[in-house]
C-alpha cells in the first residue's frame, strides 16, 4: 500500500443514491455461537490458516507458489463446496531486467446451488498475498498474511449455516424460481466469493505501472468477459454488490475510516457489529485495543477525503461498490522487517477473524441457521473461565452447549 492522494468525495456526495441491500441483523445467540477464531488456526508457527502465510511470497517465487497451494488445499480439504479458480497473467516490472512475472489470482466462489452463475450477486471479500520484495526478508504479516487468515476463517465460520439456510430455502419453495433482483428474491441470488489478490505490492516504488499487477489484470478481465444470454448481471464485475477489502490488519488499536459514502451503510453494520461483540466479551482484544475500530464520524466531517491506493482501485474506476477496511494511520509496521508474526497483537487478529465471520454471516441472512459449536473445556479450568477458551480440549458434540453456559 501506498501512497496516498486527495480525492473531493464530500463534493460528490449528493450525486449518489443511498445503497442498502443485503443485510438481516443477528441475534446475540447468534453472534456468540459463530465459532471461536483458535489458536489451532492463528498460531504464528503452528496455526493452520495463518502460519502457512508467514514466509516471504514476491510473485514469481516458490513462496507464492507454496501458498497458493496452501488456499487451494484448504478450499479442496475443509471447504469443498466451494468452486476455486486462478486467473493469471504476467508483466514485466521495473526490476525483472525485462522478464515477465507471473501474477496469479485465487478466488473462491459458493453460490445457492440453483442459481446460474450470472444471476448471482455476491459479496467478495479481498486481500492480496503477496509479500513486498523489500526489505530482503519481508513477511508482511499485517501485509496481508493476516487478511487473509482471517478471510479463511470467515469462509470457515459460515460454510455450515449456509448449507442449512440453502437447504430450508428449498425445503419452503423459496429457491430456483429463477427470478433475480428487484422482485424481492435477492436471497435466493446472493453468494459469497473469497478473492485472493498477486501482486499488489510495488516491485521498485509506488506507480500507476508499478503496483496492482494482480488487481489491474483481474478487473479488466472480468469486465471483458460478459456471462451467459439473459443472465442477470452482465459480466464478472457486476456480479460484485460489494468489494469488501481488508488490508494492514493485525496491529492493535486500529482506527478503520468510513472512505465511501456509498457504501456508509456497510460501514455502519461493522461499527454496530464490532460494539455488539465487544459488549458481549466476544471481543479479546479490550486490554490491547480497547477503543473503538469503527466510529460514527462526526456531522459535516463524515467522509476521509484521503483515498489510499490499494487493490480497490480498478474495481472502483469500473463501478464498483467498495468497503476499504485499512487503518488510517497505518501500523507502526508498515513496509518494514518488523511486520511479521512476532509483531502481532493475536488478541486482535483473532477479534478481526470473528468480526469478519459476523460480518458475512449477516449479508448472507444467517440468522437461525448457525448451530452452537462444539464444546470446548480449557487446559485446566472450566469452560468459560479461560480468555481464550479455544486454546483447549475439544470434547464430543453435544457435551454441554455453549448457550447453556
Ligand atoms: C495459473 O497459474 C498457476 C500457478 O502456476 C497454475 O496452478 C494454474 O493452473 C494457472 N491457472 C490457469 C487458469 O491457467
New binding site residues.
Given amino acids: 500500500m501506498a501512497p496516498l492522494f486527495r480525492l473531493l468525495l464530500p463534493a460528490l456526495l449528493p450525486l449518489f443514491p443511498t445503497l442498502t441491500t443485503a443485510w438481516t441483523d443477528l441475534s446475540d445467540e447468534t453472534l456468540a455461537r459463530l465459532p471461536n477464531p483458535s489458536d489451532t488456526d492463528f498460531d504464528i508457527t503452528s496455526g493452520a490458516l495463518l502460519s502457512p502465510i508467514l514466509i516471504p511470497r514476491v510473485p514469481g517465487t516458490e513462496g507464492s507458489?507454496k501458498v497458493?497451494s496452501h488456499f487451494q488445499n484448504f478450499f479442496a480439504t475443509k471447504l469443498p463446496d466451494w468452486k476455486t479458480?486462478?486467473?493469471?497473467s504476467t508483466a514485466t516490472t521495473p526490476t525483472s531486467n525485462g522478464a515477465e512475472i507471473?501474477f496469479?489470482n485465487f478466488y473462491a466462489t459458493r453460490d445457492p446451488p440453483w442459481a446460474g452463475g450470472g444471476d448471482v450477486g455476491r459479496l467478495v471479500l479481498v486481500a492480496h498475498y503477496d509479500s513486498k520484495s523489500t526489505p530482503e526478508g519481508f513477511i508482511g504479516a499485517t501485509d496481508s498474511a493476516v487478511p487473509c487468515a482471517v478471510l479463511m476463517h470467515a469462509a470457515q465460520a459460515v460454510d455450515e449455516a449456509l448449507t442449512r439456510k440453502w437447504e430450508d430455502m428449498r425445503a419452503k419453495g423459496l429457491a430456483g424460481d429463477g427470478l433475480g433482483d428487484g422482485d424481492g428474491h435477492e436471497d435466493a441470488y446472493r453468494g459469497v466469493m473469497i478473492l485472493f489478490l498477486d501482486g499488489e505490492e510495488a516491485f521498485h516504488s509506488w506507480t500507476n505501472e508499478d503496483s496492482l499487477y494482480g488487481a489491474r489484470s483481474l478487473a479488466k478481465t472480468w469486465e471483458s468477459t460478459p456471462h451467459t444470454v439473459l443472465s442477470q448481471r452482465k459480466n464478472h464485475i457486476s456480479s460484485i454488490d460489494l468489494f469488501l477489502l481488508l488490508d494492514l490488519l493485525g496491529s492493535k488499536s486500529p482506527t478503520i475510516p468510513s472512505y465511501f459514502p456509498t457504501t456508509h451503510w456497510a460501514y455502519t453494520h461493522m461499527a454496530t457489529l464490532e460494539s455488539r461483540l465487544r459488549r458481549q466479551n466476544h471481543f479479546l482484544s479490550h486490554e490491547t485495543s480497547p477503543n473503538p475500530w469503527f466510529f460514527e464520524p462526526k456531522k459535516g466531517k463524515r467522509f476521509n477525503s484521503m483515498m489510499i491506493q490499494d487493490d480497490h482501485i480498478p474495481f472502483l474506476a469500473r463501478g464498483v461498490e467498495v468497503l476499504h477496511v485499512i487503518p488510517s494511520p497505518f501500523p507502526r509496521v508498515w513496509h518494514v522487517l518488523e511486520d511479521d508474526g512476532k509483531h502481532l497483537d493475536m488478541p486482535t487478529v483473532k477479534d478481526w477473524a470473528r468480526l469478519t465471520a459476523a460480518f458475512l454471516a449477516g449479508w448472507l441472512g444467517l440468522e437461525g441457521f448457525v448451530e452452537a459449536p462444539l464444546e470446548v473445556i480449557p487446559v485446566g479450568g472450566r469452560a468459560g473461565e479461560a480468555e481464550d477458551v479455544t486454546s483447549g480440549a475439544v470434547k464430543g458434540r453435544g457435551v454441554r452447549l455453549k448457550t447453556e453456559l
Fill in positions: 507458489l497458493l479458480s486462478t486467473q493469471n507471473p496469479v
